[in-house]
């Protein structure tokens, strides 16, 4: 999938566009199509998540910028 593509996805994600399975079913595809083991969790959170030390209303990250971090990830490799 295009980055675009991606963004389309994650703007459908985002704003609860379709059902509560179509929802589930685009989410999977962004998660299929990037490299990030969050994917798409991170329209929501910001990766290593802690309640009790991230004040979450801080946590605005644009879906651009979301796609782009999921794209950009690269795994340890042990």
């Not at 379709?18 to 991170?42: C, Q």
């Not at 030390?53 to 946590?59: E, R, V």
Request: overall charge negative; proline content about 5%; hydrophobic content about 35%.
């Amino acid at each position: 999938m295009t980055r675009n593509e991606l963004i389309e996805l994650g703007k459908r994600i985002v704003n609860c566009e379709g059902t509560e399975e179509e929802i589930e079913e685009i989410i999977d595809l962004f998660n299929k199509n990037v490299p990030h083991p969050s994917g798409a969790n991170l329209f929501y959170y910001p990766e290593n998540y802690n309640a009790r030390t991230f004040d979450i209303s801080t946590y605005n990250l644009t879906i651009e910028e979301i796609v782009d971090k999921c794209l950009s990830y690269k795994p340890i490799i042990l």
